[in-house]
């Protein structure tokens, strides 16, 4: 059984910094593309960043480029968002998710699996 465990959320002040981790359990994950996304209150979830895990190429949503960093360690199974210059604006549950089906990494349906979330608020 597949699992995605998410931790590292909490408070922090404008302009701090995060380090969101997934732990990925239940199967081998060197074919998939492993993602983050957000979700705000009252809007829709939101491509942060991808990371393809056999490969290491990474793609980033235009509003985190320079500020956020998506990494994976494939001794550990864990794929990491190294979240800096925190804005209010970022302030949403941050889900990990996992993909190996065709479709846009863009797109949250494309991914097979889900974490539970971690939140992330940063005050101004």
């Known amino acids: 059984q597949v699992q995605l465990v998410e931790s590292g959320g909490g408070l922090v002040q404008a302009g701090g910094s995060l380090r969101l981790s997934c732990a990925a359990s239940?199967?081998?994950?060197?074919?998939?593309?492993m993602g983050w996304f957000r979700q705000a209150p009252g809007k829709e979830r939101q491509f942060v960043a991808i990371?393809?895990?056999?490969?290491?190429?990474?793609v980033y949503a235009d509003f985190v480029k320079g500020r956020f960093t998506i990494s994976r360690d494939i001794a550990k199974n864990t794929v990491y968002l190294q979240m800096n210059s925190l804005k209010p604006e970022d302030t949403a549950i941050y889900y990990c998710?996992?993909?190996?089906?065709?479709?846009?990494?863009?797109?949250?349906?494309?991914?097979?699996?889900w974490g539970q979330g971690t939140q992330v608020t940063v005050s101004s």
């Open positions: 998710a996992a993909k190996r089906r065709a479709g846009s990494v863009y797109f949250a349906p494309s991914y097979d699996y």
């Open positions: 239940g199967r081998t994950f060197s074919n998939y593309t």
């Open positions: 990371i393809i895990w056999s490969g290491d190429t990474t």
